[in-house]
């Protein structure tokens, strides 16, 4: 019988000293699920430690951090290329450390991309099994590690967690092979890479998602791509992959933002900047139109109607009827070439995984998203996972 073992291991440092325009980056939908953990534990410090049974302040220096709240972290490309690049350098090179096998420090390599900071510091950490390795369950698990600190003095991850002191921050995970002991693992890497730059102004930023487990919080694979976000004509950006955005703002006024998609509508939100960042995170059911009914699949007694369905760049509609009940089954009984326009509220198929996603499905009132797995029996499609939809 296979035997499965599993490691983590964490080492932090941090480093003060003494201007690039602000850009976001593009993290990859885990490295932003990550951010999104660590500005939760930042916005409820105390919340974070009873989440995960430690108590906040044990094992940190006296005044290092505090229970309240502290202000959110931003993406910012340079630092998130650094992370990125740390990490997959840990793990092709096979190593762990904070000077890469080169002597850079963190410090040294956030200088060579310009990033000219006040303050700065880094987190890095793996886990691995000899096991199947699942990445976005990983991503979260090495920040809860990173939190909890066990066995490393002073708890400094925990303590660069939730320093005040920064506004930015790069995640940086690689997953790959790592060897450690004479072990061989399925690992993920971390590089937390923080930092305030010296040109130093607030930023608004979040994440726009479509909540489909409906936890109220934003689940790696959520994200919304290429939403426009405008505070004027000459400050506006699109959200990255992963939904994340953020625009560098001048302290102590009031903005308006304005989100805009084409099949989404938009939405508009007011907030207060003082000399803090400030998070805006917004729910695709926020914005006018979320849903444009001639685009949602219906399902009316046996029968499954999808209007608009990307297959192999080609959109078109298709019928399903349901061949059995446990597990629910459905078989393809006809399908056509469209004349609608694909977007992203039309059901798409991957081929890799031989499934089918539907963003919108109606039921009655109720209105739902769906996957759909084909199973080897020829057109014959299995429900794999349903939820609300926003």
């Not at 939403?227 to 004027?232: D, F, G, M, P, Q």
């Not at 059911?285 to 760049?313: D, E, H």
Request: overall charge negative; charged content about 10%; glycine content about 6%.
């Amino acid at each position: 019988m296979m035997q499965r073992h599993t490691l983590s291991a964490l080492s932090a440092v941090l480093f003060t000293t003494s201007a690039m325009a602000f850009d976001y980056g593009d993290p990859s939908n885990n490295e932003q699920a990550h951010l999104e953990m660590l500005n939760r534990a930042r916005a409820a410090p105390l919340t974070e430690a009873q989440r995960l049974q430690i108590d906040l302040f044990e094992g940190v220096p006296s005044g290092s951090i505090q229970s309240t709240a502290v202000q959110p972290l931003s993406s910012n490309a340079l630092l998130l290329s650094i992370a990125k690049n740390h990490s997959a350098d840990m793990l092709k090179q096979g190593y762990f450390a904070h000077n890469d096998l080169t002597g850079l420090s963190p410090f040294a390599r956030m200088s060579a991309v310009n990033y000219a900071y006040q303050t700065a510091g880094e987190n890095i950490a793996w886990q691995g099994t000899t096991g199947a390795i699942d990445q976005a369950a990983t991503a979260l698990k090495l920040h809860d590690s990173l939190f909890i600190d066990k066995d490393v003095s002073g708890r400094g991850h925990r303590v660069n967690i939730l320093n005040a002191a920064y506004r930015e921050v790069g995640v940086g995970l690689a997953f790959g092979t790592f060897s450690q002991s004479g072990y061989s693992y399925n690992a993920g890497m971390v590089t937390t890479d923080f930092g305030t730059r010296s040109s130093d102004k607030p930023i608004i930023l979040g994440v726009v998602y479509n909540d489909k487990n409906s936890d109220q919080f934003y689940t790696a694979g959520e994200g919304l791509a290429n939403i426009a976000v405008a505070l004027s004509a000459s400050n506006s950006t699109q959200t990255a992959s992963a939904g994340g955005y953020g625009l560098e703002v001048t302290p102590n006024s009031d903005y308006t933002l304005n989100f805009s998609h084409p099949n989404y509508g938009t939405f508009n939100k007011t907030v207060h900047v003082d000399n803090l960042n400030v998070k805006v995170d917004v729910l695709s059911s926020a914005f006018s139109n979320t849903v444009t009914a001639n685009q949602c699949a219906s399902f009316v007694q046996t029968k499954l109607s999808i209007p608009c369905i990307t297959v192999a760049g080609s959109v078109l509609s298709a019928e399903l009827v349901v061949v059995n009940n446990t597990p629910l089954q459905f078989a393809l009984q006809s399908s056509a070439f469209s004349n609608q326009t694909a977007t992203s509220q039309c059901a798409t198929y991957n081929s890799q995984t031989a499934t089918a996603t539907l963003n919108c499905v109606t039921v009655g009132n109720a209105r739902y998203w769906a996957e759909l797995t084909l199973k080897t029996t020829a057109s014959v499609f299995e429900l794999g996972a349903f939820g609300l939809a926003q």
